[in-house]
């Protein structure tokens, strides 16, 4: 199931490529100087079959966009989804380098991933899989080269899974692979990182527009890692979350859901607290101070936007609103948190990861938790600067802030 529109034609590429190209044009770059940020450094697609635990053979299509690596190592999530393709992935892998960018990682930008479902596979099947991709993918992989983490689908287990297969090719290096369980070098306040910056990046702009939060009602689609997470944060703020929803449903709760009922949810994997059912639609109208959508791309179009009653959107998930969605709700005067700032705590903890296993040391809890609010506070508070210096909205100031960081790179390094 998707909920990218098909009429609307919204794929991660078509949506980010309109926000890139104005961020282009609004530095004064010519078009070749904004083909070639645009355009991926590499593009890599592999058939990969599978034996099925019945015998029979299954074939997935896995794909690997490295964008720009001109301030380090190609970064970025990998993402089992069926409607997962090429141009999505490059669409997502230009994302990932202005991330890293606005909140200054040294990585670049990829993404990629399998056209699978992987709750319709066994976990024998899923690790065969897996195990598959790096055999085909594994010498553009890398510590220095490309460092996978998990998108939707895949999650602690399957980054283990990478990092084993990887080290049987070249020896230990668990730097090669982010988003690990933390007994095999992964990082604590790895796998809530996400969503946890997406409630630091709430908090921060509520303060630097001294607005108070507590009370604020939130709407968050996708109830998965990121949305559980940002939920429980926000909670701890003091806002009242009233819905939230996964692929098949929602629940509401007029006077919101206590924190017991979002963490007892948030034990198992796409369940919801008990509550009045409603629709996902129903969840994206409602009446409240903040919505987030947290699941998957395309999910605000020109359809269904002219509904959307939120003072605040925040992006948590990757391009979950198409270019006319953005201007529509813009002119409306709805403030619009874009991706690149407000689900940047995944890359910045994966970063944190990376540097722990280079470094062979383990930090805290606290330490990370520190290190990602100080970025994720930073990062918040030049956007807002620009985007009052530019008289612009959020979304244009987090873009040419990472734009021009991206472009001196890469000019500086030459080609
Ligand atoms: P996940 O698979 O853990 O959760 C996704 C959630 O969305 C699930 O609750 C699922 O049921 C729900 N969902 C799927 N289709 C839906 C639909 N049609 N309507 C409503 N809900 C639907 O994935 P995640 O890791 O939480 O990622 C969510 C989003 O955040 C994605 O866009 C991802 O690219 C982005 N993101 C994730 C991370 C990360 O660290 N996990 C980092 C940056 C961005």
Known sequence: ??????????????????????????????DSTTTMLLLASREIRAELPLRRDDGSISVFNAFRVQHHNARGPYKGGLRYHPDLDLNESRGLACLMTLKAALVDVPFGGAKGGIDCD?????????????????????????????????????DAQVMAWINDEYAKLYGYNPAAVTGKPIIVGGSHG?????????????????????????????????FGNVGTHAALGLAALGLTVVAVSNVGSARYAANGFSTAELAAAATEHDRLPEGDTITNAELLALDCDYLIPAAMGGAIHARN????????????????LTADADALLGARGVTIVPDILANAGGIIVSYFEWVQNLQQVSWTLDQVHDGLRDRLAAATEQVVIRAAHDDTDYRSAAYRIATVKVKDAFFLSGF
Do not use: W
């Open 1 to 30: 199931m998707t909920i990218i529109d098909p009429d609307e034609a919204s794929s991660a590429r078509s949506i980010h490529d309109a926000f890139f190209a104005e961020a282009c044009a609004a530095l004064g770059y010519d």
């Open 305 to 320: 936007a002219p509904d959307v009653r939120a003072r605040v959107i925040v992006e948590a998930a990757n391009s979950p």
């Open 118 to 154: 992987p709750h319709a596979l066994s976990s024998t099947e899923l690790e065969r899989l897996t195990r598959a991709f790096v055999g085909k993918f594994h010498r553009l992989l890398g510590p220095n080269r490309d460092i996978p983490a998990p998108d939707v689908g895949p």
């Open 190 to 222: 790895r796998v809530e990182a996400t969503g946890r910056g997406v409630s630091i990046v709430i908090d921060a702009l509520a303060r630097l527009r001294g607005e108070d939060l507590n009370g604020s009602r939130v709407a968050i689609q996708g």
